[in-house]
T-cell receptor
């Protein structure tokens, strides 16, 4: 069935370090792919998305490219800030149906 | 434009009690869902609705009921609370456009503790 696997955390980085959070998926056809962010005590917010192969989603300095050949959607940021500390979720929406599939989340802490 | 509003934000229940978690959205989204979030398990879908009068089960529906009498409201009912239902509950809404969903809009969550 459809599923998402993302790298386990927690991840701790120094400010201005490079961030990669890996996400791979299993699905038939061409699903839509998303990254959500959850700040402490809050709900999930859409960070970026991609709806077809080779699309690049970007927002707030974060980027992720939809790679059909490797079934991946890795999240990257060139220089993290303390304010990026949060839990990041990779998610998949199959091209048919309405059910999202979420990864287990990766906690990121950025230290000054 | 309030988005997705969940009430209450916090609740403590005794085992066996029932209660309803409220969810309302003012964006005219046809799709709404309930998720629970547990440590190390991400978000798991409880129930979802594709429009008023239509609901379906998700991954973990046991012990929960839903109804969708209007586009705006999607309450989640716990029939007889159990400690295993201690969790953070999120309601979400979305709509479909050409090219796929734009992604769900989530409420701020309800933290439920069953003792």
């Amino acid at each position: 069935g459809d599923s998402v696997t993302q790298m386990e955390g927690p991840v701790t980085l120094s400010e201005e370090a490079f961030l990669t959070i890996n996400c791979t998926y299993t699905a038939t056809g061409y699903p839509s792919l998303f990254w959500y962010v959850q700040y402490p005590g809050e709900g999930l917010q859409l960070l970026l998305k991609a709806t077809k192969a080779d699309d690049k989603g970007s927002n707030k300095g974060f980027e992720a490219t939809y790679r059909k050949e490797t079934t991946s959607f890795h999240l990257e940021k060139g220089s993290v800030q303390v304010s990026d500390s949060a839990v990041y979720f990779c998610a998949l929406l199959p091209n048919t149906g309405n059910q999202f599939y979420f990864g287990t989340g990766t906690s990121l802490t950025v230290i000054p | 434009n309030a988005g997705v509003t969940q009430t209450p934000k916090f609740q403590v229940l005794k085992t066996g009690q029932s209660m309803t978690l409220q969810c309302a959205q003012d964006m005219n989204h046809e799709y709404m869902s309930w998720y629970r979030q547990d440590p190390g398990m991400g978000l798991r879908l409880i129930h979802y609705s594709v429009g008023a009068g239509i609901t379906d089960q998700g991954e973990v529906p046991n012990g929960y009921n839903v109804s969708r009498s209007t586009t705006e409201d999607f309450p989640l009912r716990l029939l007889s609370a159990a400690p295993s239902q201690t969790s953070v509950y999120f309601c979400a809404s979305s709509y479909r456009r050409t090219g796929g969903h734009y992604g769900y809009t989530f409420g701020s969550g309800t933290r439920l503790t069953v003792v």
